[in-house]
């Protein structure tokens, strides 16, 4: 819904309701009801920050940039992810809006969730350009052509919000499954033209908790907003990976782009 | 010092309740539905081979209102199976990138749903013209 | 207490924050590095950045091309031979970012493609799409990955440094996942904590933008150098403050009043057309422009929106495709918060506070005067931007002297030996005991959200796009008041765990003493130079009397002390400041002179 043009204008009362949790105190988590006053350009984050500036300083949540970069503020809002910064309260009025933090992950407090394991997931699949020959920097960039960057781009665009974990029924099922994030990650440097190192990150798509944890349930990138389209970046490694496996049946060992089997860091 | 303490939520059960989630076992239902009409015309296949009078049997049945109902059901996964079919499809394929640009995946959607269009087509024609 | 030992301490995971980190591991691998961050990396906001980063690369452009537009940007108050040094090492680092996997937006022939960008006289600045800031920054993080003696505190939150024997030999910092403190003990410690824009109301800055390293280094008596020197980005959406990139207007857009009237013309950047011109009209430096918009505004040429006055940023002519494709980002923020569709109609902008130009005192090897301690980035003065910064230099600030940071820290560390941890723990619980005083303080009744928003609207109305005298004074006087009111702050959240009012507060604590150090450095500087502007008699540059740097050193029970420090001026004596056709009149007077 687009927002009014008079926004500014007599501000409008929402209920939102956010799911809390302190440990020192609570058991299990807990709805706890405001009411917020709100104008149409105001964002869900700007909700958030009235209940705490306002009304109850104990409510904590990340946030930072407020335009979808960071990726700090994902959270379940209406009971579907989202990043409260770029949801609008206008949308949900009179409400109750439902605020709760993203699913599958452990709550350690109110919408803050547990990403430790999320950031090991990143950080085992190479997340780095392993080229076939490094240059010096004096002998400029690596060429690129437009088309050779497309191939790639939109999977580079991930800003790690997570709201794709908590889309994936897979992942809340098995927490061990790598997961769309890490995958479009692996994926923005398998396709990217400068890499060699192919082969080594393929090793990780090829086992259970890899590519072959996903259905297809295409969730995942009906949330992201960003458009990178994590679905895609897990499905067709479903089909290299097939490829690689009948390869590798056959004797041939198996493809990479360049010829090179292992590209270690330096 | 209690230290944190972090809750893990029990797992949501009800996946019917959230359209995405439905939307998703309905479409996976529909592969129940094309191993059924698998099963249909492998029964017809044996039928066949167990002579004529067997195979009249067996077509006398596929007229009947039950027979007819069941494949109308048939007919309506078949279709739900290949819409959501060639929706998943370009998920499969790394990008295209053809001069300069990214395939946009709805048009190998197109394309695909457009071959399945033909092919069904193609082969009411051969049908028809192999009546008797 | 857990008590962590490193060769290196680093206090910040953005651009800065991540080059020396990795600059430190590449020049010895056997130094440890601890780098700290109250956010995990990818949150720093070096990712809003959208513009672009600034190296030479063409063969028309050339190193003096980009230092004299710096130089004249930063209206003659740079460090020349820092500047030299900074122009010299952009395109090196541009490069290195690529070889790390940078996806820099490209050519036809698979080059890199450069754009246009304020005050550039030509075309240097590398751009990834419209999103140059977050590519650099991911870069930046997953290639720090692949060094093993860089060990990450995510979510770390630092609340003091520890000075020992006149040396800064680590830092306290609080685990925000359990409210626990750390000792994180080194023999050098670089602060990469970027700027402070947060202390005003409108601002493109994330929330995380609080100053922090600046006023841990302040309090430690570290002079804060230039201080007053905000910057105000013209095209920013009016209430929030977020930004559209400069890049809008790198790309044509074009920027009307009510009228409909492209007014920059009346200020000294015409002509109007050919359009787009460098260093003209609305590629005119940023200070220039958001001083233009204050006039207009009192002109009553502006329209009229729920959150102040705005003027138009008008980029209907760049046509629907080569917006989706060059500018995305704008077209989504548009969309979402203000209902436009930047093909079908303009975007109301204002200018808001984007960067401080001014910050932690350091030289050209990123040393401050306190040894051991080591600054980088937008935290950080190092003399490159002066009185105004030209976009694209500050993302390329990050790698060039972040790498250096990285550098001069492990040469530090290398020179001194470590103090035995235990030394440095009593100080460490001392911090620890003040840090926790906060959440059990009972007497007053201050809410942390009243003190900063007063502040903030303080801040907004006396060191604005101009500036008077009284009204400075009043938001000095203001600043004190708040001072006082914050030890009379009660906190709602009284636990240990992710306890964000706490981190709130003692954020509060570190803008609070950013602001009255920018304050008082504006009230100070009685003249008018980049952006530091004043209409109270005080209109004009004043060479003679004010061509130095402003110090302002922190007073733990008083207002600070204010003093100055030389500009280095190597070649490039302060001549007249200008763009547009008086900017290339000036030129061919020159071209002229040398030919005869």
């Known amino acids: 819904m687009p927002p009014d043009a008079a926004a500014g204008a007599a501000s409008r009362e929402i209920a939102i309701g956010v799911l809390r949790y302190r440990c020192e105190t609570d058991q299990r988590p807990v709805w706890q009801a405001y009411r917020v006053p709100f104008t149409d350009d105001m964002s869900v984050l700007q909700g958030l920050q009235y209940i705490k500036d306002r009304l109850d300083g104990t409510l904590s949540f990340r946030w930072s940039c407020r335009m979808a970069i960071c990726g700090s503020c994902g959270m379940m809002i209406g009971a579907v992810p989202k990043l409260a ?45 392993i080229p076939s020959t490094q240059r010096r920097l004096d002998e400029g960039e690596y060429l690129q052509t437009p088309s050779q960057l497309a191939r790639y781009e939109t999977f580079s665009d991930c800003i790690n919000c997570m709201l794709c974990y908590a889309a994936c029924p897979q992942f809340g099922e098995n927490p061990d499954f790598i997961g769309p994030g890490a995958m479009a990650l692996l994926q923005r440097y398998n396709g990217d033209s400068r890499d060699a190192a192919r082969a080594k990150r393929m090793e990780l798509v090829h086992t259970d908790n890899g590519a072959w944890s996903c259905t297809a349930v295409g969730y995942c990138s009906e949330v992201c907003p960003k458009q990178v389209d994590p679905a895609n970046a897990v499905n067709q490694n479903k089909t290299k990976s097939a490829l690689d496996f009948f390869v590798r049946f056959l004797g041939q060992p198996a493809h990479s782009r360049t010829g090179a089997s292992d590209g270690g860091p330096p | 010092m209690t230290g944190p303490r972090p809750y893990l939520r029990p797992a949501k059960t009800a996946w019917w309740a959230h359209p995405p989630y439905l939307a998703y076992t309905l ?81 190998i959607t197109a394309a695909g749903l457009a071959v399945a269009m033909a092919a069904f087509v193609i082969i009411l024609l051969v049908a028809e013209w192999m009546q008797p | ?177 359990t409210g626990e403190f750390a000792l994180v003990a080194a023999k050098a410690v670089i602060i990469a904590t970027g700027g402070a824009g947060r202390v005003f109301l409108q601002n493109t800055n994330g929330g995380i933008v609080t100053g922090d390293g600046m006023a841990l280094a302040y309090r430690h008596g570290v002079p804060l150098r230039d201080m007053e020197f905000v910057q105000y980005h013209p095209t920013c959406m009016p209430g929030t403050g977020l930004l559209f990139t400069e890049g809008c207007r790198g790309e044509g857009g074009i920027l009307t009043n009510r009228d409909g009237y492209r007014y920059l013309q009346d200020y000294g950047l015409g002509p109007p057309d050919p359009w787009p011109r460098n260093k003209a009209m ?22 009229t929106t729920p959150h102040g006055e705005a003027v138009y940023l008008d980029l209907r002519h760049l046509g629907a495709r080569k917006l989706r494709e060059r500018l995305p980002q704008i077209c989504e923020i548009a969309e979402h918060f203000l209902g436009i569709d930047p093909a079908e109609r303009p975007i109301p902008v204002r200018p808001a506070v984007h960067y401080t130009m001014g910050g932690i005192l350091v030289n050209i090897e990123t040393a401050s005067p306190l040894p051991g301690l080591f600054a980088a980035g937008e935290c950080s003065s190092i003399g490159i931007h002066g009185a105004n910064r030209l976009g694209s230099n500050s993302l390329a600030e990050l790698s060039v002297f972040g790498k250096v940071a990285g550098a001069s820290a492990v040469a530090f560390a290398r020179s001194v030996a470590a103090t035995p941890i235990a030394t440095l723990e009593r100080q460490a619980q001392d911090v620890e005991r003040r840090m926790l005083s906060l959440i059990v ?123 100055y420090g030389p500009v280095t001026i190597t070649r490039s004596p302060p001549g007249r400041r200008a763009y547009g056709v008086e900017a290339e009149r000036i030129e061919q007077t020159e071209e002229a002179s040398h030919a005869a």
């Open chain 1, 85 to 129: 910064c770029m949801t609008f309260l206008r949308d949900y009025h009179p409400g109750p809006l439902t605020v709760e933090p993203l699913e599958h992950f452990p709550i350690e407090r109110d919408l803050v969730v547990t990403l430790s394991g999320f950031i090991k997931k990143l950080e085992s699949i190479y997340p780095y350009l």
């Open chain 2, 27 to 107: 479409r996976e239902a529909t592969g129940v539905a094309v191993a059924g009409y698998a099963l249909v015309l492998l029964a017809g296949l044996i039928n066949l081979a167990s002579g004529e009078e067997a195979y009249d049997a067996w077509l006398n049945f596929l007229k009947s209102p039950w027979s007819l109902a069941l494949h109308l059901l048939f007919l309506i996964a078949m279709i739900g199976h290949v819409w959501t079919w060639f929706q998943i499809m370009p998920k499969t394929m790394p990008r295209l990138v053809i001069g300069g640009r990214v395939l946009p995946q709805n048009w």
């Open chain 3, 1 to 177: 207490m857990n008590l962590v030992e490193a060769d290196i301490a680093i206090v910040g995971a953005g651009g800065a924050g991540l080059r020396a980190a990795i600059a430190a591991a590449e020049a010895d691998r056997g130094v440890t590095i601890a780098l700290i961050s109250k956010v995990y990396p990818m949150r720093s906001h070096t990712v809003a950045a959208e513009g672009g980063s600034a190296g030479v690369v063409q063969a028309h452009d050339s190193l003096e091309h980009h230092f004299n537009d710096t130089v004249v940007g930063g209206d003659w108050l740079c460090d020349q031979d820092v500047v030299d040094y900074f122009v010299a090492h952009c395109t090196d680092e541009m490069v290195q970012l690529e070889h790390w996997g940078c996806p820099w937006s490209r050519k036809a022939d698979g080059h890199v493609n450069v754009r246009a960008f304020g005050g550039m006289k030509i075309e240097r600045t590398w751009f990834a799409a419209d999103k140059s800031g977050f590519h650099i920054l991911h870069t930046l993080f997953q290639t720090s990955i692949k060094y093993p003696s860089i060990r990450r505190f995510d979510e770390y939150f630092c609340v003091d440094l520890i000075v020992e024997d006149g040396r800064c030999q680590g830092v306290v910092a609080i685990e925000i996942a």
């Open chain 3, 282 to 303: 609305e590629l005119g430096p940023r200070d220039r422009i958001s001083q233009a918009f204050w006039h207009e505004e009192r002109k009553g040429r502006t329209i």
């Open chain 3, 441 to 563: 303080a009972d007497g007053g009744s201050e809410r942390p959200a009243v003190l900063r928003d007063e502040m903030a609207r303080s801040m907004e109305a006396g060191c604005s796009i101009y500036r008077l005298g009284a009204e400075m004074q009043a938001t000095c006087d203001t600043i004190a008041t708040l001072k006082e009111r914050y030890h009379g702050l009660r906190l709602d959240d009284r636990s240990r765990v992710w306890n964000t009012e706490w981190l709130a507060a003692i954020e509060l604590g570190y803008q609070l003493d950013v602001a009255e150090a920018i304050a008082h450095s504006a009230i100070n500087r009685r003249e008018s130079r980049g952006a530091h502007q004043r209409l109270d008699g005080f209109d004009t540059r004043d060479d003679a009397s004010f061509l130095k740097h402003t110090l302002v050193h922190y007073r733990p029970d008083g207002p600070p002390r204010v003093d």
